[in-house]
């Protein structure tokens, strides 16, 4: 039966996948460019397309390990705390970060505007969410202190 406690699961073991395949991208991204375009390391499109993908490495992982965190603490039942409104507050700023990436790429590849559309749209529901949590622990330290 499929419960809140296989869900957390799964979107751990997601979330420790998806930072293998970032290390694996990160080393074998010039080989797998080259590849795919069919150019030498010495062309233009190379060199920018590889550049976009290893700046936006950074916030990602730097995000993954911020969500790790965030699934420990609702594993732990710690949901509406201080810690969690900071780290959706980090991952709102890693998604704006990606986009601003992808914004300046886009003057280079249409598609890069498009990812970082998405990416702003993502960091605004982020910070609804984190406005949501941040709401809810006023609301559970105002009835903490009601007898």
């Given at each position: 039966?499929?419960?809140s406690?296989?869900?957390l699961?799964l979107t751990r073991?997601?979330?420790?996948?998806?930072?293998?395949?970032?290390?694996?991208a990160?080393?074998?991204?010039?080989?797998l460019?080259?590849?795919?375009?069919?150019?030498?390391?010495?062309h233009?499109?190379?060199?920018?397309?590889?550049a976009?993908?290893?700046?936006?490495?950074?916030?990602?992982?730097?995000?993954?390990v911020v969500?790790?965190?965030?699934?420990?603490?609702i594993?732990?039942e710690r949901v509406f705390?201080?810690?969690?409104?900071?780290?959706?507050?980090?991952?709102?700023?890693?998604?704006f970060?990606?986009a601003?990436?992808?914004?300046?790429?886009g003057?280079y590849f249409?598609t890069?505007?498009?990812?970082a559309a998405?990416?702003?749209?993502?960091?605004?529901v982020?910070r609804?969410?984190?406005?949501?949590?941040?709401?809810?622990?006023e609301?559970?330290?105002?009835?903490?202190?009601?007898?």
């Open positions: 039966m499929w419960n406690s296989r869900s699961l073991i997601l979330t420790a996948v998806l930072f293998v395949l970032l290390i694996a990160a080393v074998f991204m010039p080989r460019m080259h590849d795919y375009l069919g150019v030498n390391d010495r233009a499109l190379y060199s920018r397309l590889l976009l993908v290893y700046a936006s490495l950074v916030p990602a992982a730097a995000m993954l969500l790790w965190r965030l699934l420990g603490n594993a732990a705390t201080e810690s969690n409104i900071r780290l959706l507050r980090i991952l709102s700023w890693g998604s970060a990606v601003a990436i992808y914004g300046v790429f003057f249409i890069a505007f498009m990812i998405f990416a702003v749209f993502l960091g605004l982020l609804v969410i984190k406005n949501v949590f941040q709401h809810a622990l609301i559970k330290t105002e009835n903490d202190f009601t007898v």
